[in-house]
Each structure stands twice: as C-alpha cells, then as structure tokens.
C-alpha cells in the first residue's frame, strides 16, 4: 500500500467538489423554526378567529336593522287595503284580491 | 451555550438541525458523492438523510456516525434500485476540485475523474475514506462492515485500475 505514495498525492491534488450553496435551503427551508413558529401560527389562528367571530356578530346586526327598517314598509296600508277592496268592489273577494295585488307590488318594489 | 454534538433537544429544531448541516453535511456529501460519482444524486441523498432527520424522534448520541451510515445506506439503496433500473444518462457535473494552492490542470482532473467513475462505489468508497478523509484500512472495514482483507483488497484493486486508467507504471501486489 506504502508504493501507492505517488497516486495518492496525485489524488490529492484535488478533493471531492462540495455541495451547492441551495442544498442547505433545500434542507432547512421546509422546516420549521421551532417553539417560537407554533406559536405564531396558534397566535394567527386566534386572531383570524377573533376577526370570524366579530364580523359573524356584525353582520348579524345589520341583518337585524335592515329588517326592522323594512318591516313597517312591507306592513299592509289597511287605509288603502280598504279602499282598493271598495274600488274592486267591496267584499270578501274584493278584499282577498285587494290583498293580493298589494303583496304583488311589495315584492316588485322590493329588491 | 453551544450545545455539543448528540446532546441537543429533539431533531427537528430548526436551529440544531442548521448546527448539524453546518458541522457534517460538506463532508457528508463529497462522501456521498464519490461513492455515487453523481452530483445531483449526491445532493438527494444528503437532502434525504437530513429530511429523515427531521421526522425523526429523540437525541442523537453520536451524529457524525449516524449521518455517515444514513448517507452510505441512502448510496447504496440508490445504486440497487438504479441497477434494476434503464441505466441513467452519465452525469456530467465535476467530482473533483483542485486544492487552492495546486495548479489546475483540467485535463489532468478529467483524466482523474474518469478513472474514479470507472471504479465500482465500494472501490470509489475505500479510496475516498483513505485518501481524502485520512481512515486507517481498519478503520475503514470496521465502518464499511467488511473484514480487513476485504478492505485492503477493494484498495489494491481500487489503485491498480485507476494506474492502468491513468497510465502509471503498475506497482508491486502487497
């Protein structure tokens, strides 16, 4: 083995070639930093779920307020129910048309 | 304070994991990479080894030991599946590199690398624990799981192959 001096020294001319600069992205990219990440994550969560719950409630009461503000409009004029059953007529079938035609109107108006 | 090798938390802390790539991960992949003699292969071994390290639970004793065996068997499970397999176009990245105070010689280089590529990987291992990581022909056989003779015949003919590639004068057997 001794007479392999010559090659030996040789071969060490030169040395394996090492790694590329990216490989250690590629090794440690995927992975996470620690105690430290999971809290951030758990941290966000808290927060987008904060921010579900508020606007879940908030919309809830616009909900609310947009339907008692619409309430008294949808509620039946009995004045002019009256007096478009009169204008039919007057009586029962007059008033059940009168009805109709007014819930009719109700609803084209109503987006 | 600096944590010492094997003693740290669990694998797949960040900062330990960076500790690990830092200290082994070079010499891990130029083992890797003269037993494959293939640069992008070399490269998903080493990427796999420490990828596995991660999943992986528990403290490591001795790392520097567990992530060479981690590497060879990664190698060695590569070349089986890659003999079953239509044999892969010849990679072409360099495997060698001059030292900084040697005079480069490209053709020399060349010349060297294609005598190591036409070594069979357990020939190209001996000669790459001998010559470039400084391993005792013991050593290497204790590692390599092989009886001395084993070892110091895979060396002899290791050299002898890379004389007759080279065109150097034959030594004596020893």
Known sequence: VNDDFDLEARLRHYHPAGPSLDLRDRVLGPVRGGGAGIWWELAAAAVLLAIGLGVNQLSGRITRRITADLEPVRAPDERLLDALADTLGGGAEARVSAEAWMDLETREETP | ?174
């Open chain 2, 1 to 174: 304070m600096r944590q010492q090798p094997g003693r740290g938390g669990p694998s797949t802390d960040r900062g330990e994991l960076a500790r690990l790539y830092d200290e082994y991960a070079a010499g891990l992949f130029r083992y890797a990479l003269i037993v494959l003699a293939d640069y992008a292969l070399a490269e998903d071994v080493v990427q796999q080894v420490f990828a596995k390290l991660v999943a992986r639970a528990g403290r490591l004793e001795a790392p520097e030991r567990y992530l060479r065996r981690a590497v060879r068997n990664e190698c060695y499970s590569l070349l089986e599946r890659r003999r079953a397999e239509q044999p892969r176009v010849h990679d072409t990245a360099r495997i060698l590199e001059p030292v900084a105070d040697k005079e480069i010689d490209e053709a020399d280089r060349l010349a060297l690398e294609a005598a190591l590529r036409s070594l069979p990987a357990e020939q190209r291992e001996v000669v790459v624990l001998k010559v470039y990581e400084g391993w005792t022909l013991q050593e290497i056989a204790e590692e390599t799981g092989v009886p001395l003779n084993t070892a110091a015949s895979r060396y002899r003919y290791a050299m002898n192959k890379l004389r007759a590639a080279l065109s150097m004068p034959m030594r004596s057997q020893s």
